[in-house]
């Protein structure tokens, strides 16, 4: 029992220093940014916002109703977001998770999926669910389906989105459009921390996929990841 009480005492600790490391970082960004000063919206080049036709940004989420409130409060708070259309794609089967995206007028549809492996490990595993629902979420809304999206930022739901979040992906969007070596942006960072990434303008190239915070063309997804995509996915 006592050693249950001070494991119990210790996640609380825990969990108290990451929420105020979250705020820091939150705040040393929106600092930054202010200091850079505001861009201006990247100009269309025949099409919408950063020259994309119909963008889109999904939130990926299981069953975490209070990290996808979280999500969409500051992802419906970004200046660009009305040139996007937000979805939430859900693999849990949670009527909460479904109830919270429907509070959120943006929200354009909560797309959900269902259907387990077929019984042998690796099919249990997390790591195949989860590959199997960016599979499908990524379908869904770049594939040749009445969706049929131009771009699409892909968020997982316990992320903590910059104030720049979206102009970011609206300013880079030219790049993936002019130079056929490049196949994602991102926005995450390992080091991504104020005392290491302090130059909010600096962009940079890397031949890691850093995942979590993503965007991708259609063309990207129909003619060359999605006939490749393996059967075992990780």
């Known amino acids: 029992w006592r050693t249950a009480k001070l494991l119990g005492r210790a996640s609380d600790v825990l969990l108290a220093i990451d929420q105020r490391i979250a705020a820091a970082v939150l705040a040393a960004t929106a600092a930054a940014v202010a ?16 020259g994309m036709a119909s963008p889109a940004a999904v939130v990926m989420t299981h069953t975490r109703a209070d990290m996808l409130s979280r999500c969409l409060d500051q992802l419906f708070a970004q200046p660009l977001v009305s040139h996007f259309a937000v979805y939430v794609s859900e693999d849990g089967g949670s ?3 479904r109830q ?3 509070k959120f ?3 354009r549809e909560v797309l959900s999926w269902r259907g387990g492996g077929s019984g042998k490990t690796f099919e249990q595993s997390g790591f195949a669910k989860i ?3 960016f599979r499908l979420a990524l379908d869904a809304v770049l594939g040749e389906s009445t969706r049929a999206h131009s771009h699409a930022i892909f968020i997982e739901d316990d992320l903590l989105l910059a104030p720049d979040f979206l102009l970011l992906f609206a300013s880079a969007a030219p790049l993936l459009r002019t130079d ?5 942006v991102s926005a995450w960072h390992d080091q991504g921390f104020p005392h290491v990434a302090t ?3 600096r962009l ?8 979590l915070g993503w965007m991708i063309g259609a063309e990207t997804w129909n003619a060359e990841l999605k006939p490749k995509w393996p059967t075992r996915a990780t």
């Open 131 to 133: 590959a199997k629902h």
């Open 35 to 50: 200091a850079a000063g505001p861009p201006p919206p990247p100009r269309p080049e025949g099409g919408g916002v950063g």
């Open 199 to 201: 130059d909010p303008k």
């Open 204 to 211: 940079l190239r890397t031949d890691y996929f850093p995942g």
């Open 100 to 102: 919270t995206a429907a």
């Open 180 to 184: 056929p070596t490049l196949w994602c």
């Open 95 to 97: 009527a909460q998770v």
């Open 105 to 107: 007028a943006g929200v």
